[in-house]
């Protein structure tokens, strides 16, 4: 594979997401120095936490970062370490940040996340659709299959599975289940 992928134990993956958060009342108070600062503080954070930015800017009132992050973390988490941990950090050394905020906060609540990929949606169905049909292997439809497509196919592994497929009703399955292992009434 091209170098464009991250690869984990088990797993090879493209995750890039595009996240804004903005100062708290929207004060400009990320000029000069604290701008500078913060950049750093952000990349410290990234290194620190298995982040790579692709992209970013420090603006007056906000912050935009394009960031790839691993699997295991999820946006709020990759959120939180680049919002908390740079407001702790920035208001430790930037006395004047302490008195405009001091509750601590340096960030409004919240952020704007969207996920940034290489293919669309339209693209992934279209290879979802036109996948090979081998024998044994199914679709999953969002909307109802045709009548020809909707034959239960014959298992195997046994009658449990086949008329759970068929479509036992719940109360049928339930009181199966019961009489099976002596817990009836």
């Given at each position: 594979?091209?170098?464009?992928?991250?690869?984990?134990?088990?797993?090879?993956?493209?995750?890039?997401?595009?996240?804004?958060?903005?100062?708290?009342?929207?004060?400009?108070?990320?000029?000069?120095?604290?701008?500078?600062?913060?950049?750093?503080?952000?990349?410290?954070?990234?290194?620190?936490?298995?982040?790579?930015?692709?992209s970013g800017n420090v603006r007056a009132n906000h912050v935009h970062m394009l960031v790839s992050g691993p699997t295991h973390m999820s946006v709020a988490q990759i959120v939180q370490y680049l919002k908390g941990k740079s407001s702790y950090r920035l208001q430790r050394e930037f006395r004047e940040l302490q008195k405009r905020y001091w509750g601590q906060h340096l960030w409004?609540?919240?952020?704007?996340?969207?996920?940034?990929?290489?293919?669309?949606?339209?693209?992934?169905?279209?290879?979802?659709?036109?996948?090979?049909?081998?024998?044994?292997?199914?679709?999953?439809?969002?909307?109802?299959?045709?009548?020809?497509?909707?034959?239960?196919?014959?298992?195997?592994?046994?009658?449990?599975?086949?008329?759970?497929?068929?479509?036992?009703?719940?109360?049928?399955?339930?009181?199966?289940?019961?009489?099976?292992?002596?817990?009836?009434?």
């Amino acid at each position: 594979m091209d170098g464009r992928y991250e690869k984990g134990a088990h797993t090879v993956y493209d995750l890039k997401y595009h996240v804004v958060w903005k100062t708290k009342y929207g004060y400009g108070v990320l000029k000069g120095d604290v701008a500078m600062r913060t950049r750093q503080i952000l990349r410290e954070i990234c290194s620190e936490n298995e982040l790579k930015i692709v992209s970013g800017n420090v603006r007056a009132n906000h912050v935009h970062m394009l960031v790839s992050g691993p699997t295991h973390m999820s946006v709020a988490q990759i959120v939180q370490y680049l919002k908390g941990k740079s407001s702790y950090r920035l208001q430790r050394e930037f006395r004047e940040l302490q008195k405009r905020y001091w509750g601590q906060h340096l960030w409004a609540r919240g952020y704007f996340c969207a996920t940034v990929g290489a293919v669309n949606e339209e693209m992934i169905k279209k290879y979802i659709e036109n996948q090979a049909d081998e024998e044994g292997s199914f679709k999953v439809w969002d909307t109802e299959p045709k009548a020809e497509e909707k034959e239960v196919p014959r298992n195997p592994l046994g009658g449990l599975i086949r008329r759970f497929l068929a479509g036992f009703s719940l109360n049928s399955r339930i009181y199966a289940a019961k009489q099976s292992t002596g817990f009836s009434r």
